[in-house]
């Protein structure tokens, strides 16, 4: 794929989301001449350079971040460099079960009347047959009120009166998301201290009607309660619920998001979400990017992050044994230099040990040469973050279809399938499953008849691109 290529895609890519917006086109990309580290030139061989991976583990630390960059060499100017990272968490101790200190928050709205009340019932009392006499769980049902049964150790007893309760539930009212998830964080907080992990778990089918029902304010609030120590994991069952909603509350909440066609599979996400929580080894996960002035722009795709200085935050969820997260950096350069090397970004994920108790970090610094010598560049490149960064750039083009899916623009879906395609055809053969993907993707997108098969189709589109992105907290 040539240059013009990548920027009509990019461009494109704009242009759309301009229009559905209703606002004009943001001023163009500044340009930049070095795109060597993610556009193969016409008739160039393939990278085959493997680059030696930058590895920290600190001792009896819980987890183990590794990276590289893009290339060997930088080149002198205004440029491009990608940043490839991985965190991934050590095996939990074998035998070893952390206590959790739980809250269920349930929708009981009148939209989750019938079959959907009746699994979330289901998984409800499965959930509490597996909790120990050490772990505790408050119980929150909400509908436009919001009825709480506070928080208790889950002994024999505590568990019948949860199921009783729990088979009780019957659909009334709206939607009042935050007043379960407000409730929640009041039943979870005395018990911080005393507990290692600490979680709500929130289950709609529908959009916030009641509460607090914008985006920004829903998202205040999961991070608030995320700074206190509390873990949110959002999860949305059924064919109404907002998916980028459910999604951004578990990415600001450290916790997991599940997309739920059908409610049957409650039961099982409830048990993988108790499995997760009672073998955590690092909550609270942030990784921070630090940034050289020769760095003007930095963002991490497919991830929300903040930037404060030279300093960009991302917040990651809690991970479990062998559990990872792996994140794309796309970093412009302005350098004036001619040689020698550069501190291109150094990373740190800070964390707390769960198995220590203890605040605990871990950080490494990954560098290239500067050079005037765009040959050199081009020999030096590394073949597999070139592919990683080439599946998220695609992968944002599928971001953008999904949502025109679900606004009924089939053109503009189709043109950012195109352009995901285009994109992921530079490195084909690496990059052939999500070509199948797509593949797929557009089959059933053009032979879907109605409102709910395009929406399920986004739907589906919208996990793919999660794993894409490299983030595994996802049902």
Do not use: C
């Amino acid at each position: 794929m040539n240059r013009t290529l990548l920027l009509l895609a990019v461009g494109g890519l704009l242009a759309v989301g301009a229009l559905v917006v209703g606002k004009p086109p943001p001023p163009p990309l500044p340009p930049v001449t070095d795109t060597s580290h993610t556009v193969a030139q016409p008739n160039e061989p393939e990278a085959t350079v493997t680059l030696p991976l930058a590895t920290s583990t600190p001792k009896d630390g819980a987890l183990t971040l590794s990276g590289k960059l893009s290339g060997a060499y930088v080149q002198s100017g205004p440029s491009e460099v990608f940043a490839w990272l991985e965190l991934k968490a050590r095996p939990a101790e074998a035998g070893r079960r952390v206590p959790v200190n739980l809250a269920l928050v349930i929708d009981r709205s009148g939209s989750m009347s019938g079959q959907k009340l009746a699994d979330a019932k289901r998984a409800a009392t499965e959930l509490v047959s597996r909790l120990s006499a050490e772990d505790r769980l408050a119980f929150i049902d909400y509908g436009t009120d919001v009825k709480v049964l506070p928080s208790r150790l889950a002994t024999e007893e505590v568990r019948r009166e949860l199921m009783l309760a729990i088979s009780q539930l019957h659909d009334d009212g709206s939607t009042n998301i935050s007043g379960g998830l407000t409730e929640a964080a009041r039943a979870l907080r005395p018990h911080l201290r005393e507990y290692r992990v600490s979680r709500a778990i929130l289950l709609s089918d529908g959009q916030p009607t009641a509460g607090l029902v914008r985006e920004e304010d829903l998202y205040g609030l999961v991070r608030s309660m995320r700074d206190e120590g509390i873990t949110v994991s959002a999860l949305g069952v059924g064919g109404d619920f907002q998916e980028g909603l459910m999604r951004g509350m578990a990415e600001r909440g450290g916790g997991f998001s599940g997309f739920i066609d059908d409610s049957a599979r409650l039961a099982e996400v409830f048990s993988r979400e108790l499995d997760q929580a009672t073998s955590t080894v690092a909550r609270g996960v942030e990784l921070e990017l630090v940034l050289p002035p020769e760095v003007t722009t930095a963002a991490v795709l497919g991830v929300p992050s903040t930037r404060q200085g030279n300093v960009l935050k991302v917040p990651l969820y809690d991970l479990s044994g062998d559990q990872s997260v792996q994140m794309v950096v796309k970093l412009t350069l302005q350098t004036s230099g001619v040689g020698g090397a550069l501190d291109v970004v150094s990373a740190r994920a800070r964390y707390m040990d769960v198995a220590r108790d203890v605040a605990a970090d871990t950080g490494l610094k990954l560098s290239a040469q500067l050079t005037t010598d765009a040959a050199l560049v081009r020999a030096n490149l590394d073949r597999d973050v070139r592919v990683h960064a080439t599946r998220a750039l695609g992968t944002q083009h599928m971001v953008a279809a999904a949502e025109e899916m679900k606004r009924g623009n089939r053109q503009a879906a189709r043109g950012l399938l195109d352009n995901a395609r285009k994109i992921f055809g530079t490195s084909a053969s690496a990059l052939s499953g999500e070509l199948a993907d797509l593949d797929q993707t557009e089959a059933a997108y053009g032979n879907a008849s109605d409102e709910e098969e395009i929406r399920r189709e986004s739907r589906n589109l919208y996990k793919k691109t999660m794993k894409n992105f490299g983030q595994n907290n996802s049902y």
